[in-house]
């Protein structure tokens, strides 16, 4: 029984990581239409900057973890002004093409400036064991779980109290109509961009104490938070949460009692699965986000 | 003859009934007009017989067999044609092209068939070519055969979606809006267009705004208001109904 | 005066090896092994450009369908010990096979999650074909393959492999032309371009794009079984994304749905880095840049900007009228 619950936590462990990575995905492609292949670099090249921060410049954790949120939402800016503004008026088969060039481009680039060898990033955290109830768990990840609900808890938030994550809403619903009533159409692409990278880098600085950083961890996380989106009703951000959450409790039981090899695989049997039975995703066809 | 029979078709999106119950019936040889206010539920009435969305009940039977549901290139297959609101040609493929494209389907047997070009074949391929020709002829962009679609003006799309339509002969004709977002002159080239292909047998069901269109060359007009029927009759007759006034201007 | 020249070319490439042979004297086993390589992934190109090119779908499993076809041959070849003869076709059955199978739940999707759900039975493959040790050997690799034989007819050397690759070449090349023109190629293309008017016109774009990709996806088995007849080991690594990438790379180099451009995309960059020597990742980052410069300034790729007839309207969306192929079910995404 016990063991069951340690799987559990873990699974709530990776729900939260893939959560906060799908739910900047799934805001992307709600606001702005845009899927970005390259979502999983963010997380990767937050990881990386979170390791230098906090491992080779030695800062603390919080400064080296908001260090690398803020490093990559001006990296998220910067890409969005030059990529994603010339894509976005283009087909969907430039936008993906173009993205999955920047995933491939960022990915072996960081294997020619990190090197292959995986980075870790322990913190006292993530070596403090705590006792709960019989149960051993990290204390890095009960940070994690409680970081990433105040996350999403101040998202929702955002984008239903202040001005400008109103006009986010308005935009996933009806785009044209937003640039004819004076709405900043290009700002708000770049600040919906701008929070995305800086979900999944912060889900990078939580979490890369638990697991390490290498350059190849993007593609899978893309993969598997894509699944979450498409799982949760395409564009519909609570439903890419609690899918993510569905997807890392069944990868992490499946580890655990079926087979670790081929844990993820996981994800992408689940979202076939729900896309077989109900093509809409779980919370069906949701307008705006 | 009943060509095309609706009977209680019902269409619904997000809670929304766009298409409420609505009978409509269209014979033989006939000229149907198909009006309303924005939003009354037309092009989805259209969508709904050639296939391009799935009604939520009601029924649908040309030349008496039931065709409820069936996916748009089975439609398309049984000998109904239809234009689009927003007019949509291929615009990689010249002229000719485009409606060399619209006949093949109607022309194929069997896998041998397309596998091999045998000598028949290649007559089959020939007639098509000049039964393109002459469409396009027929329309006025004879000389624009080459000319690839996509730089043709939008007029001139509209004119070559319309001869697609023609190529494989179909019974029934369905023109989603012909009129709209074209030139006066368009408009009456479009208008001899329509009522040729009428003096010519063929049946049409039409959609439009234009109310000079609509009272000029139709047979019959049905009126559409928050997706029911609310009228039906001469064009005379449906100018003059104060329930067609009141869809129109009422509050 | 043309099909003189056809013929000169012809022979030509027929009598490489011994043009070789006499120009660069010494060189000739590596100048021959870039040009085996360049011819199959010439022909691994164009197969990927009938699905991608030409009928518009933009699938990212071709290494699965690779890897399947090299799987079969490879263990069909050194367990079971079945002829080549044999193995071949039961690759490529296999591959066309899974295909279908796949093809089913995929074409539900529409655009991204088809991509998305491509993409993942990719990687979902290669997870299987890494961890399957008992059946695949994993990371250990197949050994061992046999050469291509047919009866006594044995290729076991250089040149004969050349011709070999250069024959499957021409096959799919006569295959690719067959598929892309007159009416075949006008149904593909105009479910490509605008799926709702291809419906319009009693074309069935479910059935056009299943064709395609199942063609597609066993043309992709039965080159790879050349590929690992070839090489003799077989290994995950070979199912990876980053084939795809190479794939687009070339694709979208030459010139989407452009025989004439796959061709010279696919020699230009399997031969360029071959003879640049290219340490593997230095040539995904450049590949990467290269691939995103291409696809914005010329998304249509930037062999057909020199194409005749490349109409200004070429990359034209259809409407946005809210016309949308019908799921089965109801609105998918």
């Given amino acids: 029984m016990d063991d069951l619950l340690e799987q559990a936590v873990h699974g709530l462990t990776l729900g939260s990581l893939y959560a906060m990575v799908a739910a900047g995905l799934a805001l992307m492609f709600g606001v702005v239409r845009l899927i970005n292949f390259a979502h999983g670099e963010f997380y990767m090249l937050g990881g990386y900057a979170f390791w230098y921060a906090y491992r080779e410049l030695g800062l603390p954790y919080p400064v080296a973890g908001l260090a690398a949120t803020g490093v990559l939402s001006a990296f998220g800016w910067a890409y969005e002004r030059t990529v994603i503004r010339t894509i976005l008026p283009r087909t969907w088969h430039v936008q993906l093409i173009a993205t999955l060039a920047t995933s491939i481009t960022l990915t072996n680039g960081a294997i020619l400036v990190f090197g292959t060898q995986p980075k870790e990033v322990p913190t006292r955290l993530s070596s403090t064991i705590l006792e709960i109830g019989g149960l051993r768990i990290a204390a890095q990840r009960l940070v994690v779980l409680i970081a990433a609900l105040l996350i999403f808890a101040g998202l929702e938030w955002f984008v239903t109290r202040s001005k400008l994550g109103r006009a986010m809403r308005a935009m996933s619903q009806n785009r044209e109509a937003c640039a004819v009533v004076g709405v900043d159409v290009q700002q708000i692409a770049l600040v919906t961009f701008a929070i995305s990278a800086a979900l999944a880098a912060g889900a990078a600085v939580l979490v890369s104490p638990l697991f390490n950083i290498f350059p190849d961890v993007g593609a899978l996380l893309t993969l598997k938070a894509f699944a979450a989106v498409i799982t949760g009703g395409f564009g519909y951000v609570k439903g890419a949460i609690a899918a993510s959450f569905l997807i890392g409790l069944a990868e992490s039981l499946a580890a655990g009692y079926v087979s670790y090899a081929y844990k993820d695989a996981i994800a992408f049997i689940v979202m076939v699965l729900v896309l077989l039975v109900r093509p809409q995703g779980l919370f069906g066809r949701r307008i705006g986000i | 003859?009943?060509?095309?029979?609706?009977?209680?078709?019902?269409?619904?999106?997000?809670?929304?009934?766009?298409?409420?119950?609505?009978?409509?019936?269209?014979?033989?040889?006939?000229?149907?007009?198909?009006?309303?206010?924005?939003?009354?539920?037309?092009?989805?009435?259209?969508?709904?017989?050639?296939?391009?969305?799935?009604?939520?009940?009601?029924?649908?039977?040309?030349?008496?067999?039931?065709?409820?549901?069936?996916?748009?290139?089975?439609?398309?297959?049984?000998?109904?044609?239809?234009?689009?609101?927003?007019?949509?040609?291929?615009?990689?493929?010249?002229?000719?092209?485009?409606?060399?494209?619209?006949?093949?389907?109607?022309?194929?047997?069997?896998?041998?068939?397309?596998?091999?070009?045998?000598?028949?074949?290649?007559?089959?391929?020939?007639?098509?070519?000049?039964?393109?020709?002459?469409?396009?002829?027929?329309?006025?962009?004879?000389?624009?055969?080459?000319?690839?679609?996509?730089?043709?003006?939008?007029?001139?799309?509209?004119?070559?979606?319309?001869?697609?339509?023609?190529?494989?002969?179909?019974?029934?004709?369905?023109?989603?809006?012909?009129?709209?977002?074209?030139?006066?002159?368009?408009?009456?080239?479009?208008?001899?267009?329509?009522?040729?292909?009428?003096?010519?047998?063929?049946?049409?069901?039409?959609?439009?705004?234009?109310?000079?269109?609509?009272?000029?060359?139709?047979?019959?007009?049905?009126?559409?208001?928050?997706?029911?029927?609310?009228?039906?009759?001469?064009?005379?007759?449906i100018r003059r109904d104060p329930r067609v006034i009141e869809a129109y201007f009422g509050a | 005066m043309r099909s003189a020249r056809r013929a000169f070319g012809a022979l030509a490439l027929v009598a490489v090896p011994w043009i070789v042979a006499a120009v660069v004297p010494g060189q000739e086993r590596y100048v021959l092994h870039v040009l085996i390589f360049t011819a199959l992934y010439a022909a691994l190109a164009l197969s990927y450009d009938l699905v991608v090119g030409h009928v518009g779908s933009l699938s990212l499993a071709h290494p699965a369908f690779f890897g399947i076809g090299a799987y079969t041959a490879a263990l069909l070849g050194t367990e079971a010990r079945w002829p080549f003869a044999v193995a071949l076709p039961a690759a490529i059955i296999a591959a066309g096979l899974a295909a279908l199978v796949i093809g089913v739940p995929m074409f539900r999707l529409t655009e991204h999650s088809f991509a998305m759900g491509t993409l993942g039975f990719a990687v979902v493959m290669q997870i299987v074909a890494t961890n399957w040790v008992d059946f695949t050997r994993g990371p250990l690799c197949v050994t061992g393959i046999p050469k291509p034989a047919v009866g006594a007819l044995r290729v076991a050397t250089l040149p004969a492999f050349y011709w070999t690759a250069l024959g499957a070449l021409a096959l799919v090349v006569l295959l690719y032309r067959g598929l892309t023109t007159f009416r075949l190629g006008r149904a593909f293309h105009a479910v490509r371009d605008d799926e709702t008017l291809a419906a319009a016109a009693a074309i069935d774009p479910l059935k056009y794009r299943m064709l395609a990709f199942a063609i597609g996806g066993a043309l992709a088995g039965g080159i790879g079984t050349l590929y690992v007849s070839y090489v003799g080991v077989l290994c995950p690594g070979e199912l990876a994304v980053s084939l795809t990438v190479n794939l687009l790379v070339m694709v979208f180099l030459g010139g989407v749905g452009s025989l004439r451009g796959v061709l010279i995309g696919a020699a230009a960059f399997t031969a360029l880095p071959e003879i640049l020597r290219m340490a593997p990742t230095w040539r995904m980052v450049i590949y990467g840049l290269l691939l995103l410069v291409i696809v914005i300034r010329w998304p249509d790729g930037v062999g057909t900007m020199f194409s005749k007839g490349a109409s200004t309207a070429s990359s034209e969306p259809p409407p946005r009228d809210g016309l949308r192929r019908r799921s089965r079910r109801s609105n998918a995404v």
Avoid at chain 2, 35 to 40: D, R
């Fill in chain 2, 1 to 237: 003859m009943a060509l095309l029979e609706i009977r209680g078709l019902t269409k619904r999106f997000l809670g929304v009934t766009a298409v409420d119950a609505v009978d409509l019936t269209v014979d033989v040889g006939e000229l149907v007009s198909l009006i309303g206010p924005n939003g009354s539920g037309k092009t989805t009435l259209f969508n709904c017989v050639t296939g391009f969305a799935a009604p939520d009940a009601g029924r649908v039977a040309f030349r008496g067999r039931d065709v409820t549901g069936a996916p748009a290139h089975r439609i398309a297959r049984l000998g109904i044609g239809r234009t689009f609101q927003l007019v949509r040609v291929f615009p990689r493929l010249n002229a000719l092209d485009n409606l060399l494209t619209f006949l093949q389907q109607h022309q194929e047997e069997n896998v041998a068939a397309r596998l091999v070009r045998t000598a028949r074949m290649r007559r089959l391929e020939a007639a098509a070519v000049e039964r393109a020709h002459h469409l396009l002829g027929t329309v006025g962009l004879r000389d624009r055969a080459s000319a690839p679609a996509g730089s043709l003006s939008y007029g001139q799309r509209k004119l070559l979606a319309f001869a697609a339509a023609l190529m494989p002969d179909p019974d029934l004709l369905l023109l989603d809006e012909p009129a709209a977002a074209v030139n006066p002159t368009m408009i009456n080239q479009m208008k001899e267009q329509i009522r040729a292909l009428h003096r010519a047998g063929k049946t049409v069901l039409l959609v439009e705004h234009n109310m000079d269109v609509v009272m000029d060359i139709s047979e019959r007009v049905v009126v559409l208001d928050h997706g029911q029927k609310i009228a039906e009759g001469p064009p005379g007759a």
